[in-house]
């Protein structure tokens, strides 16, 4: 803890320990929700040297104190030998919380630049090593869960990458198995803003590692997502929350796939079905949620469309 956090002024103080809470209260709630984690689970927790993943760590470690089930902590890093990786700054660190840690290392950079042509995107030949590398690590381990700290934002981003660009809507899984079909990854973060985790990360001074060191580019049209988002976010306060519940609260029977919805069975005895159809007239809606709604978010909360003010 350096000397600045330490003259924390009491309204900072307050105002963090509300935070830290707020992110705290979001996480418990979305690993009860998915049941992500249970009893004597061993779970490889996957540090990059980023915001997201140093407050993963450090939130699952503050809540395995005061769990009801107990589960163990391994945090895993991969160093992938990208130039100018500072490869003191998660040892240390790690050591100073006496978390069980492993940092493996494996030159997948060097495969990178030699596989893939000078111009070209190298990140889905870098993240298919990656995801191996750590697949293989969490099974020689014995890890029951793999934990990623992807958030409620990298979630609603990738629900309207998929929708843009890939014809779906689909987002990102708080659980599911991997694609090898091998492991449980679980994304505890599921229901955390990213502007508290940002924060948070801030306040709590993390040794944060950039994450440009491979020389890519970032993903442009992630990259776009993420600013019409926070375009909405400022102009329009509650959309995300909104849509982030709306996620929560499918209607499957008022979309539009006849695979998940039986709709060839329909004949004039189904009944109503989820408020049946509204005939001639279009949903309508007064405004945005009340500013209430985005003061605090809590994901337990499910909006009714009657009562959008
Ligand atoms: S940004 Fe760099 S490190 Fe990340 S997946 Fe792409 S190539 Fe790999």
New binding site residues.
Partial sequence: MTEQTQERTKAQQYNFNKLQKRIRRNTGQAIADFNMIEDGDKIMVCLSGGKDSFTMLDILMSLQKSAPVSFQLVAVNLD?K?PGFPEHILPEYLKSLGVEYTIIEED??SI?QDKIPEGK???????RL?RGILYRHAKEIGATKIALGHHRDDIIETLFLNMFHGGKLKAMPPKLVSDNGEHVVIRPLAYCREKDIIKYADMKEYPIIP??????Q??LQRQNIKQMLNTWDKQFPGRIESMFRAMQNVVPSHLADYELFDFKSIDKDSGVINGGDIGFDKEEFDSQPSAETVMEFDPSLKLDVANVE
């Fill in positions: 992938q990208q997948t950079y990178v995107t190298t990140c889905s030949l870098c993240s990656r994450c440009n060191l491979c020389g890519s970032p993903n």
